[in-house]
C-alpha cells in the first residue's frame, strides 16, 4: 500500500550527508576516471537472492486486516498450491497497529507502535497478537511480513518514551519535520545524527524479530529518507534473523544504487490498484485495471539497469488470479502482467482474494516454467517499443535467450516483429512457448505474432550454433589503438579480468583487425561499463573504417564495474576493419569487449533523407547538418502538413524489415518527439523518439516496416506537431 507520495522535505541524518558530500567529492575528481561510479552492492542480509513471491494484504484487504482475515489467506496460500510454487509470504500492510485519530499510532512504553488488539488479539498466555498470526503462518510452512513507516511517532514524542537501553528519550531524536504516514499521518523525522536514534530503531526491528517478522516493507520513502533506509537496513542486519526488507514507493530512479546497497527490493512506481470500484460487500472491485497495467512497461525499461540478485525492482502486486470481474484483468490481460513482472525478474506478490481463485489463472500463476522466467533473477532489456508493440529480451546464464512479446494495446490485435539479433541472437534458434511448453519451431531473422488486445508471447530461444559464430576482440588487447588518455584497468566482471576507461574527451579506444568475412551489416555487441545515475548514460561515437556511422546513447550499466550490453549494426567491409570509440566533448563509457559475428545477418541499403529522390512537402525542407552522413538532414516535419517521402525504397521479397532511422531530436528530457510511419499509403505505426542531445546530433532507432517486393514509398509525417529532423532510413534484408 501507499497512496500518491506526499514530500516531506528535512535534512538527512549527519551521517547520510557525510555520505553524501563524501560521494559528491569523489564524485567530482573521480567522475571521468575509470571505475568512477561506486559498484551498486545489494543489501547482504542472507535473503532476496531471487525475487520475493507471496501474498499482500492491501489489494483486497485494505483497512482490515484482522487475524482470521490474513489466517484464512495463509490456508489459502497453502491448500492452493500457489506455496508449493514458489509464494511463500504472508504480509500484513497498513492498518495492523492501533491509531487513535491523527496525532499519530499509539506507542509503548519505549515509543513503538502498538498493536491493534481488536484486530489481532493476544493469546490467552500475553503472546503479541501479530506475533500469534506470524505463529499461525510458520505451522503452514510459510513466512511473514509486516509494515512500516519512517520516523517516531508524535505520541513518543509528546509522552517523551525512552529508548529501550539507553538514557535517552524521543524528544532528544525527534526533528519536528513531518513525515508520511497513510493511516495516521503524525510522524515525525528522527535526527540520525543524535544519540539513541539508531538504538531507538534497532528496538523497534528486534521486537520485529521476536514476533517472528520474516519480511518489512517501509512505506513512504523519498530521498530524504535515506537515513531511515539505512538506519533500518543497520537494524534488521543486527536482529539476529533474516528478515527481507523492501522501500515503497515511487522511489527516485537517480538513486537506485543507494536504494540496492540497503534493501531488497524498491517499488518504482504508484500503486498498481486503480480505486475504482466495489462489490456489495463493500470489497474493492476490481482491483485494477489494463491502464495501470500499461504504466509498468516504460517503468521496466527505465528501470532495467538496477535489478539483481538480492535487490530488485518491484513493480507492485500481481492482479490476476479471481477472474476478470473482481480483478479487473482479462485472462490475456492478466497473463501479460504476470509474463511482463517475470521477465523484469520483479517480486511476484499477490494481490487478489486467495480463497476465491480462478481455477484457470491459478493454473497461469502456478505455471513452474514462467515462475522460473522470474527466478532467474535477470533483468530483461527492451528491444521494441513502437507505442502498441512492446518486446523485451534476457539472455539466461546458460545461454537460452527468453523473448517476450507484448501488445500494449487493449482493444485490438497487434503484429510484433522484432528482430533476433536484438534479442541476442546472432543465427538461428530452437523455440518453445514458456507458457504452454510447445516447440514454436527454429526460427532466424525476423519474427513475428500477432497478438489480441492485451495479449502477450513469452518464448525461450536456445541458440542452434549461433553464438560460436562469433568472435570477440577484447578491448584491453595490446592489438589495440588507444590514443588521448584511454587506459586499460582491472576489471573482475569482464572478460580477460580488463576493460578500457578514460574514452572520451579527446581518448579513444581503436579495435584494429575486426575480421568480416563478407562486406555487409554485422550486428555487433558492445560489452561496456556505465555507472551514470538517472535513465540515460554516456555516449560514444562510433567510426568504421574512418567514417562516423553512429552516436549512440548508452544505458546505465549500475555501476562502472557492471558490464552490460547493446547491439549496434555496423557496416563493415570484406577483411580488416577498424571500429574506433570516442567522444568529443565528455567521456564516454567504459569498454570490455566487441563481438563480430563471423557472417553479416543483413545487407543494407542507406537512403539519404535529403536526396533528391525523396518527396518534402507542407514546409519540410533541407538543411546542413555536419554530424549526419552527406552532411544533410531533413527539418520541419510534422506540425500538420510538413512530410518527408522516401521513394523507391527497395526490398527483395515482399515482408516485414528492419529499417534503421537515422534522426536528430534536441528535445530536453526523456521523451523526445513522434513520427507516423506510411509505407505504400498505410498507416503502419508511429515511433516515440529519444532525445538524442540536440538537433544536429544523429541518433537512431529501428522500425520494422512491412515492405513489399520492388519499389516502396516510406513516410514520415506528424499530424499534429513537429517530428524530430531526418538523416537517412537504413533498410537491411
Known amino acids: 500500500?501507499?497512496?500518491?507520495?506526499?514530500?516531506?522535505?528535512?535534512?538527512?541524518?549527519?551521517?547520510?550527508?557525510?555520505?553524501?558530500?563524501?560521494?559528491?567529492?569523489?564524485?567530482?575528481?573521480?567522475?571521468?576516471?575509470?571505475?568512477?561510479?561506486?559498484?551498486?552492492?545489494?543489501?547482504?542480509?542472507?535473503?532476496?537472492?531471487?525475487?520475493?513471491?507471496?501474498?499482500?494484504?492491501?489489494?483486497?484487504?485494505?483497512?482490515?486486516?484482522?487475524?482470521?482475515?490474513?489466517?484464512?489467506?495463509?490456508?489459502?496460500?497453502?491448500?492452493?498450491?500457489?506455496?508449493?510454487?514458489?509464494?511463500?509470504?504472508?504480509n500484513v500492510d497498513d492498518f495492523w497497529y492501533d491509531c487513535p485519530g491523527s496525532q499519530g499510532p499509539d506507542v509503548d512504553a519505549y515509543g513503538r507502535w502498538v498493536t491493534n488488539t481488536t484486530s489481532f488479539p493476544s493469546s490467552s498466555s500475553g503472546e503479541n497478537g501479530i506475533a500469534v498470526v506470524a505463529d499461525y503462518v510458520h505451522s503452514l510452512g510459510l513466512k511473514f511480513g509486516l509494515y512500516v513507516t519512517p520516523g517516531i511517532s508524535d505520541q513518543a514524542v509528546s509522552q517523551n518514551t525512552p529508548i529501550l537501553g539507553t538514557s535517552y528519550t524521543a524528544d532528544e531524536i525527534a526533528d519536528g519535520t513531518s513525515e508520511a504516514n497513510y493511516n495516521c499521518g503524525g510522524m515525525q523525522g528522527i535526527d540520525y545524527s543524535k544519540p539513541g536514534a539508531q538504538t531507538f530503531i534497532d528496538s523497534w526491528a528486534d521486537e520485529f524479530a521476536s514476533w517472528g517478522v520474516d519480511y518489512l516493507k517501509l512505506d513512504g520513502v523519498g530521498d530524504s529518507d535515506v537515513g531511515d533506509v539505512q538506519a533500518w537496513s543497520a537494524a534488521l542486519a543486527q536482529s539476529g534473523r533474516a528478515i527481507h526488507f523492501e522501500l515503497s514507493n515511487s522511489l527516485d530512479i537517480a538513486n537506485a544504487s543507494t536504494w540496492a546497497q540497503y534493501s531488497n527490493g524498491w517499488r518504482t512506481g504508484g500503486d498498481i490498484e486503480c480505486y475504482c470500484g466495489s462489490d456489495s460487500s463493500g470489497n474493492p472491485q476490481p482491483l485494477t485495471d489494463w491502464g495501470n497495467v500499461q504504466g509498468r512497461f516504460a517503468q521496466v525499461a527505465q528501470w532495467q539497469p538496477y535489478g539483481g540478485p538480492g535487490a530488485f525492482n518491484d513493480y507492485d502486486s500481481i492482479e490476476f488470479g479471481d477472474g476478470s470481474t473482481v480483478d479487473g484483468l482479462s485472462t490475456a490481460e492478466g497473463q501479460s502482467q504476470l509474463g511482463l513482472w517475470?521477465?523484469?525478474?520483479?517480486?511476484?506478490?499477490?494481490?487478489?482474494?486467495?480463497?476465491?481463485?480462478?481455477?484457470?489463472?491459478?493454473?497461469?500463476?502456478?505455471?513452474?516454467?514462467?515462475?522460473?522466467?522470474?527466478?532467474?533473477?535477470?533483468?530483461?532489456?527492451?528491444?521494441?517499443?513502437?507505442?502498441?508493440?512492446?518486446?523485451?529480451?534476457?539472455?539466461?546464464?546458460?545461454?537460452?535467450?527468453?523473448?517476450?512479446?507484448?501488445?500494449?494495446?487493449?482493444?485490438?490485435?497487434?503484429?510484433?516483429?522484432?528482430?533476433?539479433?536484438?534479442?541476442?541472437?546472432?543465427?538461428?534458434?530452437?523455440?518453445?512457448?514458456?507458457?504452454?511448453?510447445?516447440?514454436?519451431?527454429?526460427?532466424?531473422?525476423?519474427?513475428?505474432?500477432?497478438?489480441?488486445?492485451?495479449?502477450?508471447?513469452?518464448?525461450?530461444?536456445?541458440?542452434?550454433?549461433?553464438?560460436?559464430?562469433?568472435?570477440?576482440?577484447?578491448?584491453?588487447?595490446?592489438?589495440?589503438?588507444?590514443?588521448?588518455?584511454?587506459?586499460?584497468?582491472?576489471?573482475?566482471?569482464?572478460?580477460?579480468?580488463?576493460?578500457?576507461?578514460?574514452?572520451?574527451?579527446?581518448?579513444?579506444?581503436?579495435?584494429?583487425?575486426?575480421?568480416?568475412?563478407?562486406?555487409?551489416?554485422?550486428?555487433?555487441?558492445?560489452?561496456?561499463?556505465?555507472g551514470t545515475s538517472g535513465i540515460v548514460g554516456r555516449s560514444a561515437t562510433i567510426t568504421v573504417n574512418g567514417t562516423a556511422v553512429e552516436t549512440l546513447a548508452f544505458t546505465p550499466t549500475g555501476s562502472f564495474a557492471n558490464p552490460g550490453t547493446v547491439t549496434v549494426s555496423l557496416p563493415l567491409k570484406a577483411g580488416a576493419n577498424t571500429i574506433e570509440l570516442s567522444d568529443a566533448s565528455a567521456y564516454a563509457p567504459d569498454f570490455a569487449a566487441a563481438t563480430v559475428p563471423t557472417a553479416p545477418t543483413t545487407s543494407s541499403t542507406t537512403y539519404l533523407a535529403a536526396a533528391s529522390a525523396n518527396t518534402l512537402a507542407g514546409g519540410a525542407v533541407v538543411q546542413s547538418c555536419s554530424a549526419c552522413t552527406g552532411g544533410e538532414k531533413v527539418g520541419f516535419v510534422g506540425n500538420g502538413s510538413g512530410t518527408l517521402t522516401f521513394n523507391g525504397v527497395s526490398a527483395t521479397n515482399a515482408g516485414v524489415y528492419p529499417v534503421q532511422v537515422v534522426y536528430c531530436d534536441g528535445t530536453s528530457g526523456t521523451t523526445g518527439r513522434s513520427a507516423t510511419f506510411t509505407v505504400n499509403g498505410v498507416v503502419v505505426q508511429t515511433n516515440v523518439f529519444t532525445p538524442t542531445g540536440g538537433f544536429s546530433t544523429p541518433g537512431t532507432v529501428t522500425a520494422y516496416l512491412p515492405l513489399k517486393a520492388g519499389a516502396n514509398t516510406v513516410e514520415i509525417s506528424n499530424g499534429s506537431a513537429y517530428a524530430p529532423d531526418f538523416n537517412a532510413i537504413v533498410v537491411n534484408q
Open 342 to 530: 517475470a521477465m523484469a525478474a520483479s517480486p511476484l506478490l499477490l494481490g487478489i482474494d486467495l480463497t476465491k481463485l480462478n481455477s484457470t489463472e491459478l493454473a497461469d500463476l502456478t505455471n513452474t516454467a514462467v515462475v522460473a522466467v522470474d527466478q532467474d533473477g535477470v533483468d530483461a532489456r527492451r528491444i521494441v517499443s513502437n507505442v502498441n508493440q512492446q518486446a523485451f529480451a534476457k539472455t539466461e546464464p546458460n545461454g537460452d535467450v527468453i523473448l517476450g512479446l507484448f501488445n500494449y494495446n487493449g482493444s485490438a490485435s497487434q503484429t510484433v516483429t522484432v528482430s533476433l539479433a536484438a534479442a541476442g541472437i546472432t543465427g538461428s534458434a530452437t523455440a518453445t512457448n514458456v507458457w504452454t511448453g510447445a516447440s514454436a519451431g527454429t526460427l532466424s531473422g525476423t519474427y513475428s505474432v500477432t497478438l489480441g488486445a492485451g495479449a502477450s508471447q513469452l518464448l525461450k530461444l536456445v541458440p542452434v550454433a549461433a553464438t560460436s559464430g562469433s568472435t570477440t576482440y577484447q578491448a584491453a588487447s595490446s592489438a589495440n589503438t588507444l590514443a588521448g588518455g584511454a587506459a586499460t584497468a582491472g576489471c573482475n566482471s569482464c572478460l580477460g579480468g580488463q576493460k578500457v576507461g578514460y574514452v572520451g574527451d579527446g581518448g579513444t579506444l581503436t579495435f584494429n583487425n575486426v575480421q568480416a568475412s563478407t562486406a555487409g551489416n554485422y550486428e555487433v555487441q558492445l560489452t561496456y561499463l556505465d
Open 1 to 90: 500500500m501507499s497512496y500518491p507520495h506526499l514530500p516531506h522535505p528535512r535534512p538527512l541524518s549527519r551521517a547520510s550527508s557525510l555520505i553524501t558530500a563524501l560521494s559528491m567529492v569523489l564524485g567530482a575528481l573521480f567522475g571521468a576516471a575509470v571505475g568512477a561510479a561506486p559498484s551498486a552492492s545489494a543489501q547482504s542480509n542472507g535473503v532476496g537472492s531471487t525475487p520475493a513471491m507471496g501474498w499482500s494484504s492491501w489489494s483486497y484487504i485494505r483497512h482490515d486486516p484482522t487475524a482470521a482475515n490474513i489466517e484464512a489467506q495463509a490456508n489459502a496460500l497453502k491448500s492452493s498450491g500457489l506455496s508449493a510454487a514458489g509464494y511463500v509470504y504472508v
